[in-house]
């Protein structure tokens, strides 16, 4: 066989690897952060507060109702990268610079939510129940 | 010229007349082996494709060129020992920082450095033994280099555009890589081929890569930020 016809297979198998991926590749179920936002309003935020102990997030575990307002804040022992507050599979990044800053949204999915920093190294679990 | 020639020689009777082959069998294996892992096994986890799809095909085109100066290498046996530092450098990084990120992507540094680093590697002292020890420690050198950056680079990418990194180093690596080859080539191109081969090789590693990368991606230990 020319090498012009493996080419073309090559560029077959791409675009159909390439195509499978693209079209299963959507994710579902993710929150949207302007969604997320707008769920302020329905009612009292559940407060969290998070410091920073042996350079993690404390406490590591958080729980917090579905359907209803959370509010995060970084009290002033979190310093660094943690301050940049990640949640991945809600959607959610935000730097919260100082302790007065605050993260709003409210979880509309029960399930495990990992938060992190930014770069990964301090993190711990959201339940939402 | 010797690029023009080098191009042309790709549809020649050289070695590097077989590298088009080389990508065509190794994509074709990561293809049947992905395809029949996904209908018997991963199509029933939650959320799958969307989680390792892009990971899992990007690793299989990066094991597809990562195996060309393998093939090239081999047949020539031999090379001087500035041609051979250079490439058990480019192939022992390549071949570590590819794997390491792809696998850091959904596994976390950890596991991701240690893979990225054992491929970059071997990888970089099977190639980098053409010119002796000199290519060999370069091989060590790139490899666990190359491994450990690439973990750390898509590490540090998670909660930025991983995926969009992903298609542009890729398309980096796949230069480089291919500069590779032209800077055998150029090396080679008076010299006589020593080793002629099937595609065997190609096909074996390709199996063993992909299975490892399937395996360590899907049901591998990960780091505490994916849950």
Known sequence: MKNTIYLFLILLIIFSMSG????????????????????????????????MVDYNYYPQEVKVKANEPVEITLDESVYGCLRSFTIRDLGISKILRTPEDKLTFTPEQPGTYTFACSMGMGYGKLIVE | MTLKEFFKELNGNRVEGELIKTVFYSLLTSFVLLGIFYFFKLKYIGDFVPKYGLFLVFSALGYSLILLPIRQVRAYANLPCMSGMMVGMT?????????????????????????????????????????????????????????????????????????????????????????????????????????????????????????????????????????
Request: charge should be neutral; proline fraction near 1%; aromatic fraction near 10%.
């Open chain 1, 20 to 51: 499978f991926v693209f079209v299963k590749g959507k994710t579902n179920g993710n929150l949207n952060v302007a969604d997320l936002e707008s769920g302020l309003i329905r009612g009292e935020a559940q407060k969290v507060v998070l410091s």
């Open chain 2, 91 to 227: 192939t022992g990084t390549i071949s570590g920082f590819l794997p390491g990120f792809f696998i850091a992507s959904t596994n976390g540094m950890f596991i991701g450095g240690v893979f990225g680093m054992v491929i970059g590697i071997g990888i970089g002292i099977w190639t980098g033994k053409c010119c002796g020890i000199m290519g060999v420690m370069e091989g060590i050198m790139a490899g666990f280099m190359g491994g450990l950056m690439g973990a750390m680079s898509a590490f540090m990418l998670l909660n930025d555009n991983l995926k969009i990194a992903t298609f542009v180093l890729f398309f980096i690596s796949a230069v480089i890589l291919i500069g590779l080859n032209y800077m055998v080539y150029k090396e080679m191109k008076n010299e006589e081929r020593k080793l002629i081969e099937d595609h065997s090789l190609t096909i074996i590693l390709t199996f063993i890569l992909v299975i490892v990368t399937v395996l360590l991606m899907v049901f591998g230990p990960r780091s505490g930020v994916f849950g």
